[in-house]
């Protein structure tokens, strides 16, 4: 069972950078699909970037495209999530979730364990 840690949030100004990092006490994360997700208040959960367990295949939302980039180092067992160019609406608590091999896509539902989420905070 993979037992998830996030970390790497905190406050940056609007086009500023941050990593997000998500490492496992339990399971190695090569044998997961990945998801990063964010929940800002009053909003609902909504998926950001996914990783396939083969970690060939990725997949973003529309509102990071090109901004973020999620990754995988399986010698450190830590997923990040590298977000440039950031912007206030990206302010939330960021999650990292794993799903079994035939997880994929941005469906929070699909995923089985979550971390506990990091802040990300993006203001003047």
């Known amino acids: 069972q993979a037992q998830l840690v996030e970390s790497g949030g905190g406050l940056v100004q609007p086009g500023g950078s941050l990593r997000l990092s998500c490492t496992s006490s339990g399971d190695r994360l090569d044998y997961y699909a990945i998801g990063w997700f964010r929940q800002a208040p009053g909003q609902e959960r909504e998926g950001v970037a996914c990783l396939s367990s083969s970690g060939a295949s990725t997949d973003y939302a529309r509102s990071v495209k090109g901004r973020f980039t999620i990754s995988r180092d399986n010698a450190e067992n830590t997923v990040y999530l590298q977000m440039n160019s950031l912007k206030p609406e990206d302010t939330a608590v960021y999650y990292c979730?794993?799903?079994?091999?035939?997880?994929?896509?941005?469906?929070?539902?699909?995923?089985?364990?979550w971390g506990q989420g990091t802040q990300v905070t993006v203001s003047s």
């Open positions: 979730a794993v799903g079994g091999a035939s997880t994929y896509g941005l469906k929070d539902y699909e995923y089985d364990y």
